[in-house]
């Protein structure tokens, strides 16, 4: 059964191939529909699928859009039938980052108010970053064409990405003279190293699917032709594992490098006691015995 909140929509994406949405009016262009919801939301089989919906502007994050991924990330995160959450861009990229249009108008028209909101625009993007990290079922980031800005945060704080051959990433923050930020300088360091981050950030030079998936941002590329196929598939084999015992083991790995050995023994030990009470783990040593694949319920 499957519940969906906005619609769903296939529009041509921009034909501009810069980071940041630079719109236009040029003749001929089908103009975006304000109407639409910026981020869509998807709940079936126990998949939540948001979906960033701007393509036009190349899925560009704008402050409503922040405002909505903060609302349905919470959503999901406490929504017990979802077991597993797939983040997607909708059109020809998953996302070209910041609103750099936006930037321009606010800069040029109201700069106090701009300045004055930025600190708590980056706030609620932390929230819905934090939110990814801490969201006890794993969440998959499902990319293609263009990863930048933080759209490239936003596949950081997940836990798995799979890319489309032929994707492009970049750390674009210095080109505007801004420093990394959605948690960028956080996630970073520990998946590619210290040297690594601070020549993405420094540099802030483009990289494709290949180069990330040498670095360990990219878990596994694809044809881009098969990328829905391939992220439908991992989503329904994520989903049909044992919720809670890849919860914990999310909360161990992603806590660890922030504590002692003792406290992460600890803490194994804590949950493994938990965890033996579930039904899951019954099931998952009846079926090993038994010789068949095991049913997991997620509790």
């Known amino acids: 059964m499957s519940t969906r909140s906005g619609c769903r929509r296939r529009c041509a994406g921009s034909s501009r191939r810069g980071w940041g949405s630079r719109s236009t009016r040029a003749r001929g ?38 405002d909505r991924l903060v609302a349905l990330t919470e959503q999901v995160e406490r929504d017990d039938a979802v077991r597993c959450v797939v983040l997607k861009g909708a059109g020809k990229c998953f996302s070209a980052g910041g609103d750099v249009t936006k930037f321009q108008e606010e800069l040029t028209h109201n700069r106090a108010h701009y300045t004055a909101n930025l600190e708590l625009r980056l706030a609620q993007s932390n929230l819905m970053m934090g939110r990814l990290r801490r969201m006890p079922k794993p969440v998959v980031a499902s990319v293609h064409a263009a990863v930048s800005g933080i759209g490239f945060s936003m596949a950081l704080a997940s836990d798995f990405v799979i890319a489309a051959e032929g994707t492009v990433f970049v750390l674009v923050h210095r080109h505007i003279a801004l420093a990394p930020d959605g948690g960028a300088s956080y996630f970073l360091p520990r998946i590619i190293g210290e040297r690594r981050a601070l020549e993405l950030a420094m540099l802030g030079e483009r990289f494709d699917a290949a180069r990330a998936h040498e670095l360990g941002i990219v878990n596994w590329l694809c044809p881009p032709e098969e990328l829905e196929q391939r992220t439908a598939a991992l989503a329904a084999r994520l989903a049909g594992g044992p919720t809670a015992a890849m919860a914990n083991a999310k909360a161990l790995i992603r806590g660890s490098l922030d504590r002692s050995w003792t406290e992460v023994a600890a803490e194994e030990a804590r949950i493994a006691g938990r965890l033996v009470l579930s039904d899951d783990h019954l099931e998952g040593v009846n079926a090993f015995i038994e010789k068949r694949p095991p049913s997991f319920k997620g509790r």
Not at 33 to 44: F, H, M, T, Y
């Open 29 to 66: 262009k089908r103009m975006p529909d304000d109407s639409a919801p910026p981020v869509l939301l998807d709940i079936a089989d126990g998949i939540a699928t948001i979906t960033l919906n701007r393509p036009d502007a190349r899925n560009a994050v704008t402050p409503a859009m922040t």
